[in-house]
């Protein structure tokens, strides 16, 4: 299926190429580079394996970025070197475990062709056990991929944000966000909100799989990283708060049909129906060390 001629740009921020962590990331950025047509990569940071697997791939690595004083890369460098590197205008944060198909370039290419100059297209994910290095030169990789979704897979809540797209320059400015500490992931749909910038939820359309694993590389585990760390604070006075309704929260939908806009009530309803995964993630960010 042709789906656009203006090449698209992925960026992420991986973790250390080591271990199950490093199977996943790698596995989740060879599933990129098979999109068609194929994206330009770019991995921001000097983590362990970063250099390696970018010139195994034959993706961008820019390893100059900023941190803060823990050491942890911040997002406005990132963000704003992304839009200068990238050739076309659709612009796509991805987190580094996420398995992305066909189908996210078919969805992105929905809004394109929409009378919506300005948009903001992000979904929830389904976690899936992974442990191994997919075996991507099988022709039936997709397919069987897909089968393994059907029989395990588990949506994930609302509030787990994985994937932005949008057009630049949006966000060519943002905060000096800690990445893989709490709250920023809100604040970039609360703030498209705020701008009056659709969003849209492509949940529906779009197979973004995550692949599940540990919490090992967190000082203190998620709670501390995600909520209660110096760094999640941070990141929570930077963004002026959680916005956890109003940052987890889509105002259009993109379906097999096409686009919807959604009747007022209905995100805060979608979140009050979401509150047992929430409750659940709660306990584990709170309750789990790793």
């Not at 195994?56 to 050491?71: M, P, R, T, W």
């Not at 078919?106 to 903001?120: E, G, H, M, P, Y």
Request: with cysteine; hydrophobic share 40%; charged share 20%.
């Amino acid at each position: 299926m042709h789906i656009s001629d203006e090449r698209i740009t992925i960026f992420t921020v991986p973790k250390p190429f080591e271990g199950h962590i490093g199977i996943i990331q790698e596995n989740a950025i060879k599933s990129w580079t098979l999109l068609e047509p194929r994206p330009q990569i770019i991995l921001f940071g000097n983590e362990k394996g970063t250099d390696e697997i970018a010139k195994k791939l034959g993706v961008v690595h820019i390893s100059d970025i900023n941190c803060n004083e823990y050491g942890t890369p911040l997002l406005d460098s990132i963000f704003w070197q992304a839009q200068a590197l990238a050739p076309g205008l659709i612009i796509t944060y991805v987190n580094t475990d996420i398995i992305l198909l066909n189908d996210f370039l078919i969805a992105v290419k929905q809004l394109q062709d929409s009378s919506f100059k300005q948009f903001l297209i992000t979904g929830r994910r389904v976690d899936v056990d992974i442990t191994e290095p997919l075996e991507f030169e099988k022709p039936t990789w997709e397919t069987e991929l897909r089968h393994l979704v059907v029989q395990q897979g588990k949506l994930a809540s609302v509030v787990c944000q994985d994937y932005f797209v949008f057009p630049k320059p949006l966000y060519a400015e943002i905060p000096s966000f800690a990445v893989g500490r709490g709250h920023w992931d809100h604040w970039v749909v609360y703030y498209a909100h705020q701008m009056k910038i659709p969003v849209v939820d492509a949940t529906d359309v779009v197979t973004a799989i995550h692949q599940n694993h540990n919490y090992s590389h967190l000082s203190g585990g998620r709670g501390v990283a995600y909520v209660k760390g110096e760094e999640a604070k941070q990141n929570a006075k930077l963004a002026g708060g959680m916005h956890l309704v109003d940052g987890a929260s889509a105002n259009w939908k993109l379906t097999p049909s096409g686009l919807k806009k959604r009747k007022p009530l209905s995100a805060f309803l979608a979140f009050i129906f979401d509150l047992p995964r929430f409750g659940k993630l709660l306990q584990e960010l709170f309750l789990r060390s790793q």
